[in-house]
């Protein structure tokens, strides 16, 4: 699992305006947390960071765009 969150980081980092990328960041996070084998309170207290800050980069993007695309119309 650090791959793939490590692998999203990288793909936000490129795209930080694709809200699905932030989103799936966020669900990794989520995953992890529960399939850790060695699961220490830092290691839980980063992955809930982690889950939450990328959920919710991923809902103000979302709600940006519903915004801006209502303007338009």
Do not use: C, N
């Not at 990328?21 to 290691?43: H, N």
């Not at 103000?60 to 119309?73: F, I, P, V």
Request: aromatic letters at 10%.
């Amino acid at each position: 699992m650090p791959s793939a969150i490590a692998h999203l980081k990288a793909a936000v980092g490129k795209a930080p305006e694709f809200a699905a990328g932030w989103s799936s960041l966020s669900l990794t996070y989520e995953v992890s947390f529960w399939y850790t084998a060695r699961m220490t309170p830092v290691l839980a207290a980063e992955f809930l960071a982690g889950e939450t800050a990328a959920a919710e980069h991923a809902a103000a993007l979302e709600q940006a765009g519903r915004t801006d695309g209502e303007a338009g119309q």
